[in-house]
């Protein structure tokens, strides 16, 4: 007689415990968040240097060398700080995109990714090292797209950016002695 009552009570006990785990889920699901959808036609378009209509582009990181180039679609607005409006023709993009590669080398892979808001709808597209990011839509159809984490070192993202106006630091070399 215990052993069936002990059975009865387990899956309501589970279920209890799952309750929570299901509420953050389903919060989640019904957020204003959005992510990054990687698709390989995008980076060939970035590589070839071709613009897309009805976008308008953005770069985070040095004006010679981006870390990231984004380009939102006209009928959003980017809402940010760190990200630098960028009146983008092919011939830029092709120096841009052969400065991110010969600067960072083999060391970090480029991708495209669209980028999509929650309820899958592209909003724009992204070209970087970093294979994650966060974005988040508004009411307004005002999006954030979080620049990459450089070094990791978020708090310094806006010291590269007033640094990248003078563009690179000079190198000194040592004079011999002897």
């Given amino acids: 007689m215990s052993f069936g009552w002990h059975c009865r009570q387990k899956p309501l006990g589970r279920l209890m415990g799952l309750f929570p785990i299901l509420v953050v889920l389903a919060g989640c699901a019904a957020s204003n968040y959005g992510r990054l959808q990687w ?3 995008l980076t060939d378009q970035f590589q070839s240097a071709q613009l897309l209509e009805n976008h308008r582009y953005y770069y985070s990181g040095p004006d ?3 870390w990231a180039i984004i380009a939102i679609r006209s009928d959003y607005q980017l809402k940010t700080q760190f990200w630098k409006d ?3 023709t092919s011939e830029k993009l092709r120096m841009w995109i052969g400065n991110m590669r010969m600067d960072f080398g083999i060391a970090y892979m480029f991708n495209g990714a669209d980028i999509v808001g929650p309820n899958k709808e592209q909003i724009g597209v992204w070209y970087s090292f970093q294979q994650t990011t966060m974005v988040r ?5 005002t999006v954030t797209v979080k620049p990459p984490n450089v070094h990791g070192w978020d708090s310094k993202i806006k010291r590269y950016f007033e640094m990248s106006q003078t563009g690179p630091p000079s190198m000194v070399i040592p004079a011999e002695s002897g």
């Fill in 86 to 88: 960028a009146e983008l």
């Fill in 39 to 41: 698709r390989n036609s």
């Fill in 137 to 141: 839509l508004y009411a307004d159809n």
């Fill in 64 to 66: 010679y060398k981006p």
